[in-house]
Every structure is written in structure tokens, then in C-alpha cells.
């Protein structure tokens, strides 16, 4: 009997070992592209960088986060010297027996020093 509970104890660990190991990538990935993002709103708050030169950079550093977006996905806000950034994505989550989507959004904002 003890080695049937040992060998219980051994499948649910490795099969929690197998969820984290699927689970926790696509959220440090989010980490890192929410970061990104915060740098992002605070370099072009104080430039003239065009809507469409945001959704390029956003793209890149989402591509370096093993991130896929569209420029549909981002949304860029501009209020005078304020700059918004809001991104939305979905990320598939394919395990052997159990599938699932992982929704995130990411927003930053950022305004001028003294404003």
C-alpha cells in the first residue's frame, strides 16, 4: 500500500511539475512585454514618434517575448502630452490532455514630467 501511495505522490507531482512548466512561460513572457511596454510609453512621451512607428516597436519587442500580435491588438491613446498603451492578446495553451487560452491585456500610461 505505501508504495502505491508513493507512486500516487509521484504522478500528481510530476504532473504539477508538467502544468507549471506550460503555465508559468507565457506569464513571464508577460512580464517582461508589460515592462517593454512601460519603456515604450515613457521614450515616446517625449518624442514625435508617429502611431504606426508605436505598433512597429510594440510588435518587436513583443516578437522578442515570444509574443504574436497584430497591429489591430495595440491601441494607442494620445491626450496632449499623455501617451496610452493598451495591448490585448490571447495565448493557446496546448498540455497532451488539457487545452486552454490564456487572455492578457496590457496598458501603460505615461505623461510628461511637470504636466
Known amino acids: 500500500m505505501e508504495k502505491v501511495k508513493a507512486l500516487i505522490g509521484l504522478l500528481i507531482l510530476g504532473v504539477g ?3 507549471a512548466w506550460n503555465m508559468i512561460p507565457p506569464h513571464f513572457h508577460n512580464s517582461q512585454f508589460q515592462d517593454d511596454l512601460d519603456d515604450i510609453a515613457r ?3 517625449y518624442t514625435n514618434v508617429s ?3 508605436i505598433k512597429r516597436l510594440v510588435i518587436r519587442k ?3 517575448n515570444d509574443i504574436v500580435l497584430k497591429e489591430d491588438q495595440i491601441i ?3 491626450a496632449g502630452p499623455t501617451v496610452t498603451l493598451s495591448v490585448h492578446y490571447r495565448v493557446h495553451i496546448d498540455m497532451k490532455v488539457y487545452q486552454t487560452d490564456l487572455d ?3 496598458n501603460s500610461h ?3 514630467i511637470g504636466t
Open 104 to 106: 492578457f491585456v496590457d
Open 76 to 78: 494607442i491613446e494620445r
Open 110 to 112: 505615461n505623461k510628461m
Open 43 to 45: 521614450r515616446t512621451t
Open 17 to 19: 511539475f508538467y502544468y
Open 62 to 64: 513583443a516578437e522578442n
Open 51 to 53: 502611431d504606426d512607428d
